[in-house]
């Protein structure tokens, strides 16, 4: 059985830095892209980052170039999210998520909230 | 930059009525469109990838349609269970992903 559980989630201050990760099992990480979606309160999804199967290529969202970082450890089977200059719209809840090669991602996992506050 | 318009924003329907939603791309996006179902408090689940191709495992009630610009997800025969928002996705091959603004569905 796939699972994705995300971890992480939490308050944080205009300005600070959050880390969220995400332990994939029940399926071949490496043969999977993975994202990072996120869903603000009562709005739509949006889409925050890829990374490619062996960590080559990473893409963002305009919103959060140069603010945020996507990693993978293939040998641990994770992938994580740094969030720094966090900002009050990034508030959400966050969701990992793998893909197949040239294909949507159609496995999710239950998501972690990000609160940014003061 | 890629924009997915998708329409109506919202709708009431009948237990069996044939249900249409509609997403349009700023540009053309091939067959790079999928369909995803969210319920109330859950995480989004695949229906439809490639414009067209039902995952495992979902009801043959739905189908998705078109290719380019122009994408179309249809119920056939609107369910209880149905009742989600329904979002289109562009996942296109400059893997920058874009979906539409959503479609709550709600039965009359």
């Known amino acids: 059985e796939v699972q994705l559980v995300e971890s992480g989630g939490g308050l944080v201050q205009p300005g600070g830095s959050l880390r969220v990760s995400c332990a994939a099992s029940?399926?071949?990480?490496?043969?999977?892209?993975m994202s990072w979606f996120r869903q603000a309160p009562g709005k739509g999804l949006e889409w925050v980052a890829h990374?490619?199967?062996?960590?080559?290529?990473?893409y963002y969202v305009d919103s959060v170039k140069g603010r945020f970082t996507v990693s993978r450890d293939n040998a641990k089977n994770s992938v994580s999210l740094q969030m720094n200059s966090l900002r009050a719209e990034d508030t959400a809840v966050y969701y990992c998520?793998?893909?197949?090669?040239?294909?949507?991602?159609?496995?999710w996992g239950q998501g972690t909230l990000v609160i940014v506050s003061s | 930059d890629l924009q997915m318009t998708q329409s109506p924003s919202s709708l009431s329907a009948s237990v069996g009525d044939r249900v249409t939603i509609t997403c349009r791309a700023s540009?053309?996006?091939?067959?790079?469109l999928g369909w995803y179902q969210q319920k109330p408090g859950k995480v989004p689940k695949l229906l439809i990838d490639?414009?067209?191709t039902l995952q495992s495992g979902v009801p043959s009630r739905f189908s998705g349609s078109g290719s380019g610009t122009d994408f179309t997800l249809t119920i056939t025969s609107l369910q209880p269970e149905d009742v989600a928002t329904y979002y289109c996705?562009?996942?296109?091959?400059?893997?920058?992903?874009?979906f539409g603004q959503g479609t709550k569905v709600e039965i009359k």
């Open positions: 490639a414009a067209s």
């Open positions: 540009q053309g996006i091939s067959n790079y």
């Open positions: 029940g399926f071949t990480f490496t043969n999977y892209w």
């Open positions: 996705l562009n996942y296109n091959t400059a893997r920058t992903w874009t």
């Open positions: 998520a793998r893909a197949p090669e040239a294909r949507p991602s159609d496995s």
């Open positions: 990374i490619k199967q062996d960590g080559s290529e990473k």
